[in-house]
């Protein structure tokens, strides 16, 4: 039992509080910055378990439910921002007294807190231990498979794939991934001449190690090693940047699929698959948790810009609304916007949290035991 806590549980509450830290005070440096006072800036929700004030009077706890985090400014009635203090309208250094692009940069400050910090991250990752890389060389042929079929040999190079080049081995394994029992055309150097090779990827399915369902295209392949590549001082940012864009692309592609049904919803992951898996990784050392704790603050920062009441994302489209319109919406709209927002988290939640328990067999567990 002690041994699943710090295997688990620590792990998940350290990088979880280190993405939600930098997500509200992205909030709290902004708000300060457009002289708005903040009351409470708190990790966690719930009674508090300790605490103190500053010299701007604002009161840094950590509360029983290390859950999530937020920041209560002047004028807001909740931790939310859902209500705001009327009698605070006049003071110039509540919230809702502030221009609604001042509310505005505030709000989108905490997500873009998460993209700043994960872009810090890896660039320290590229620079200290670098990018992880394999050369696109074929170390071994597994025996009946696509590549062999095609006539691809060990010691081979593949150079494009359909005319794309291909500079690692992930590159090709992402290029090939998504193409089952399709026709791809390979182009690969051996002993110094170009040959090109028709394949058919052959559909796999598989569950990884969090309980994630693949249906992919494999050639039948392996690499020849691994490598890593460390970056300039210079070109690691721009590396960074380009990496974190790609994951959020990729986010964004994965929601895509499962919205038309061409991916399942299983990989939707609450709470306790993040716990999971950041007990997995914190296991393989420092750089894949740091790497780990990078990709939750992307996922983070770009969650909360979804347009959904309650959420970051929410806010900024009543924002959009009011400078449009040059006025707040009414409160009753706001209050129905909120409660609906509120209905949809709390389903994702739920969602979320019941896919966990039926990868974990939790759920065939109990019907098992009560059958």
Not at 288 to 296: C, M, N, S
Not at 323 to 335: T, V
Request: charge should be negative.
């Amino acid at each position: 039992m002690i041994g699943t806590l710090f295997q688990y549980i620590v792990p998940f509450l350290i990088i979880l509080t280190i993405v939600v830290f930098v997500h509200e005070y992205g909030h709290f440096r902004v708000a300060r910055a457009c002289g708005v006072r903040v009351d409470v800036f708190s990790v966690g929700f719930g009674p508090e378990l300790f605490g103190w004030t500053d010299k701007h009077n604002t009161r840094w706890k950590f509360s029983a439910i290390p859950l999530g985090g937020y920041v209560k400014m002047h004028g807001d009635l909740d931790a939310a921002s859902a209500r705001s203090d009327s009698a605070t309208v006049a003071d110039p250094t509540a919230f809702p007294a502030k221009t609604v692009w001042q509310r505005a940069a505030i709000v989108f400050a905490g997500p873009a807190a998460n993209f700043v910090f994960a872009i810090v991250a890896l660039t320290f990752l590229f620079v200290v231990s670098g990018r992880p890389f394999t050369p696109p060389v074929v170390g071994q042929v597994v025996e009946a498979s696509p590549a062999a079929e095609a006539g691809i040999l060990p010691g081979d190079r593949i150079v494009a794939i359909d005319g794309t080049p291909v500079d690692s081995f992930e590159q090709l394994q992402t290029l090939v991934s998504p193409r089952p029992d399709e026709t791809v055309m390979v182009l690969l150097q051996r002993e110094g001449e170009e040959i090109e090779l028709p394949l058919v990827p052959e559909l796999t399915e598989f569950t990884d190690r969090f309980g994630n369902e693949h249906r992919v295209g494999r050639i039948g392949i392996g690499s020849g090693g691994i490598e890593f590549r460390r970056s300039s001082l210079l070109t690691a940012p721009v590396e960074a940047v380009t990496e974190t864009w790609r994951m959020i692309a990729g986010t964004f592609a994965g929601l895509w699929e499962m919205i038309v049904g061409s991916r399942g919803t299983q990989e939707l992951g609450g709470p306790i698959r993040i716990a999971q898996m950041s007990g997995e990784i914190a296991q393989d050392g420092l750089v894949p948790a740091i790497w780990f704790t990078a990709v939750l603050s992307i996922n983070l920062g770009l969650i909360n810009l979804f347009p959904i009441p309650m959420l970051d994302g929410g806010h900024l489209v009543m924002y959009a609304a009011e400078a449009i319109r040059g006025r707040p919406l009414a409160e009753r709209a706001q209050e129905i916007a909120f409660r609906f927002g509120l209905a949809m988290v709390l389903s994702l939640m739920v969602f979320a949290t019941w896919n966990d328990l039926v990868n974990l067999k939790v759920i065939e567990f109990l019907k098992g035991w009560v059958s």
